[in-house]
Nanobody, 118 residues
Framework: VQLQASGGGLVQAGGSLKLSCAAS????IGWFRQAPGKEREFVAA????????YYADSGKGRFTISRDNAKNTVYLQMNSLKPEDTAVYYC????????????????WGQGTEVTVSS
């Protein structure tokens, strides 16, 4: 599975960004982020049908994950962004085990940087 993440950028606190993850196939997709000096952490995930979505507490009520299988693309809409959301965001595919554990994912995109200014 090949993944291409895009959509990052610089935004002011309270603003929004929509990240995209173009995949080469239909599979379970997770979004993770990694801030400087911190471990990679789970953000959200979605089943291959789009029928099930999962969120970390940090993004509940602010982030929405969705997918367009006609385009093989998964989106992460991020609203009400905070400076602590600043990180490189990665999409990953096909976990073998817990979808919250980055070590369970075999396929990763290259990451897209999100910077939220205060």
């Amino acid at each position: 599975v090949q993944l291409q993440a895009s959509g990052g950028g610089l935004v002011q606190a309270g603003g929004s960004l929509k990240l995209s993850c173009a995949a080469s196939g239909r599979t379970f997709i997770g979004w993770f982020r990694q801030a400087p000096g911190k471990e990679r952490e789970f953000v959200a995930a979605i089943s291959w049908t789009g029928g099930d979505a999962y969120y970390a507490d940090s993004g509940k009520g602010r982030f929405t994950i969705s997918r367009d299988n006609a385009k093989n693309t998964v989106y992460l809409q991020m609203n009400s962004l905070k400076p602590e959301d600043t990180a490189v965001y990665y999409c990953a595919a096909d976990p073998r085990g817990s979808y919250q554990d980055p070590l369970k994912y075999a396929y990763w995109g290259q990451g897209t940087e999100v910077t939220v200014s205060s």
